[in-house]
């Protein structure tokens, strides 16, 4: 499965962005997916995850209420639609999907795309 984001850049606090990922494999809407940033000099942490079903969703709490997570299992896409966005979401930001549950935990999924660029000047 290769997935490949898009959407990132540069905005204002307070801005939005939506990125989007892309995946390769037909196999995709059994596939949970998730959400991951990595700030510079921090640990790759969680943001969001959606089941394959789109019944479960799971969001962190630092972006819960500005972040919601989707998919379109016909486009084998997946979305983040983050507002309000705050300087502390700098980071580059990560989809991954695994077989199975959504998860929380990065090391349970088994493929990542290379990660896209969100910047929030302040």
């Known amino acids: 499965v290769q997935l490949v984001e898009s959407g990132g850049g540069l905005v204002q606090a307070g801005g939005s962005l939506r990125l989007s990922c892309s995946a390769s494999?037909?196999?995709?809407?059994?596939?949970?997916m998730g959400w991951f940033r990595r700030a510079p000099g921090k640990e790759r942490e969680f943001v969001a995850a959606?089941?394959?079903?789109?019944?479960?969703?799971a969001y962190a709490d630092s972006v819960k209420g500005r972040f919601t997570i989707s998919r379109d299992n016909a486009k084998i896409t997946v979305f983040l639609q983050m507002n309000s966005l705050k300087p502390e979401d700098t980071a580059v930001y990560y989809c991954?999907?695994?077989?199975?549950?959504?998860?929380?935990?990065?090391?349970?999924?088994?493929?990542w795309g290379q990660g896209t660029q969100v910047t929030v000047s302040s």
């Open positions: 494999r037909r196999t995709f809407p059994t596939f949970a």
């Open positions: 991954a999907a695994r077989g199975g549950y959504s998860d929380t935990d990065p090391s349970r999924y088994n493929y």
């Open positions: 959606i089941s394959w079903s789109v019944a479960g969703t």
